[in-house]
Nanobody
Framework: QVQLVESGGGLVQAGGSLRLSCAAS????????MGWFRQAPGKEREFVAA????????YYEASVKGRFTISRDNAKNTVYLQMNSLKPEDTAVYYC??????????????????WGQGTQVTVSS
């Protein structure tokens, strides 16, 4: 019903920036909460950021507050994650995700039903 494709990952030095994009297709994108998660090798997938359908409400994992910004452009069916002041501990595969129903802003990964394939972010020191 919905497909998500991430892009924008890469290799950067500590202190650098990257902007991730997630392009959505299928059913009405503009009415869905969207989230970003990440997974480092040997660790479980963890919440990073979420944004409401209108873009008016956002929520961040504590370690990325002040450094990452989630945003969306519903006209382009795209959600973004601007990552500044990157640290080596930010290294992970980053995934965008969406629920299949009218779920409010949430950090709970089991409430997200659709996932992209992920994009690798590597931060060197």
């Amino acid at each position: 019903q919905v497909q998500l494709v991430e892009s924008g990952g890469g290799l950067v030095q500590a202190g650098g920036s990257l902007r991730l994009s997630c392009a959505a297709s299928g059913r009405t994108f503009s009415r869905y909460t969207m989230g970003w998660f990440r997974q480092a090798p040997g660790k479980e997938r963890e919440f990073v950021a979420a944004i409401s359908w209108s873009g008016g409400s956002t929520y961040y994992e504590a370690s990325v507050k002040g450094r990452f910004t989630i945003s969306r452009d519903n006209a382009k069916n795209t959600v973004y994650l601007q990552m500044n002041s990157l640290k080596p501990e930010d290294t992970a595969v980053y995934y965008c995700a969406a629920p299949d129903g009218l779920v409010g802003l949430t950090t709970t990964r089991q409430l997200y039903d659709y996932w992209g394939q992920g994009t690798q972010v590597t931060v060197s020191s």
